[in-house]
């Protein structure tokens, strides 16, 4: 199955608003309500921070924030701080009852 | 607190089999779809199989259908991924993750299990 489509990185300042894209298709993104956004920080398991495009779970800070138009979804990370630091990986519902995540955005705090 | 443990990682070589395990703690283990996701090293995350909270119902990438298996035995509050015919690619770091009550997305991981395939 195709991965979805992310930058390989991103950087931003302390403070700064950084956005992550996650590029898909019509069988996935572009269909579906169901794309995730997950955390993962060196040596550690995935952490989901968003899911159903926009919501967050409990206990995720307000800083992060989701959205979609068509075939692509976004990630959006307001107030830049040093822990931001980490792996980003989307996710989504695809037709024939599978998921596929994207490859991955590597967030830098400068 | 919702608990998610993997065990029975290891070396194994080209073509043989190994067993996961994934014990579940903390919620009501039968309520829960459950998915395998792994990481090969340096790499991205990759969805591999989801099972239903019967069992009835399960799903593979095509990458590991038809060498791979997942179950799981409600009683025992756990979760297995049988992996025969292993390839040097299918090594990769296994996590069990919960599909959340909402669906559509995985809510609670474990802290993943090294599978290492190498003669």
């Known amino acids: 199955q195709t991965a979805l489509t992310q930058p390989a990185s991103v950087s931003g300042s302390p403070g700064q608003s950084i956005t992550i894209s996650c590029t898909g298709t019509s069988s996935d993104v572009g269909s579906y309500n169901y794309v995730s956004w997950y955390q993962q920080h060196p040596g550690r398991a995935p952490k989901l921070i968003i899911y159903?495009?926009?919501h967050r779970p409990s206990g995720v800070s307000n800083r992060f924030s989701g959205s979609k138009s068509g075939n692509m979804a976004s990630l959006t990370i307001s107030g830049l701080q040093a822990d931001d630091e980490a792996d980003y990986y989307c996710s989504s519902y695809r037709s024939s009852s599978t998921w596929v995540f994207g490859g991955g955005t590597k967030l830098t705090v400068l | 607190e919702v608990q998610l443990v993997e065990s029975g990682g290891g070396v194994v070589q080209p073509g043989g089999s190994l067993r996961l395990s994934c014990v579940a703690s903390?919620?009501?283990?039968?309520?829960?779809?459950m998915n395998w996701v792994r990481q090969a090293p340096g790499k991205g995350l990759e969805w591999i199989s989801y099972i239903s909270g019967s069992g009835a119902t399960v799903y593979y990438a095509d990458s590991v259908k038809g060498r791979f298996t997942i179950s799981r035995d409600n009683a025992e509050n756990s979760l297995y991924l049988q992996m025969n015919t292993l390839r040097a690619e299918d090594t990769a770091v296994y996590y069990c993750a919960r599909t959340s009550a909402a669906g559509w997305n995985f809510d609670y991981w474990g802290q993943g299990a090294l599978v290492t395939v190498a003669s």
């Open positions: 903390g919620f009501t283990f039968s309520s829960y779809e």
């Open positions: 159903d495009v926009s």
